[in-house]
């Protein structure tokens, strides 16, 4: 039995396919696409659906699973999407080497001490700057 495609009423882009048969631009950048992959090797979409947050914004593009994984096994798009991986991995190591709790080095008693000299600072120019507009 052939499945019938559902559509709302008003709805100006009459549906072609399956909803879970389409992938949408946030599934393909879940998938490890970016958008400069996704306008070159899959330029047109196979689906376009009404925009659900504004009716008078653009229609949500989709893409057909069978394309998506079709096009993911070509091998400029397997070597782009592995320099991808490989620099957010190098960004994401870089971000935890800079995050203080998974670096103790980053404290060292130096620091803390300019920075409780700095924070007593603070304080007294906070208490007078209070004094001086009570008065």
Known sequence: MKQRLTYQ?????????????????????????????????????????DNPHYKSGPPRKFWLITR??????????????????????????KKRANKTYENPDMWTPERIARFESARKALAKWRAERAQGASQ
């Open 68 to 93: 998506v994984a079709e096009v993911e096994t070509r091998d400029e798009v397997v070597d782009a999407m592995a320099k991808i991986a490989a620099r957010r991995e190098a960004r994401d190591a």
């Open 9 to 49: 009423r008003g709805c100006k882009h009459m549906p072609k396919h399956q909803f879970d048969d389409l992938l949408s631009r946030q599934d393909l950048l879940a998938r490890g696409w970016t958008d400069t992959l996704i306008k070159r090797h899959l330029p047109d979409p196979d689906d376009f659906r």
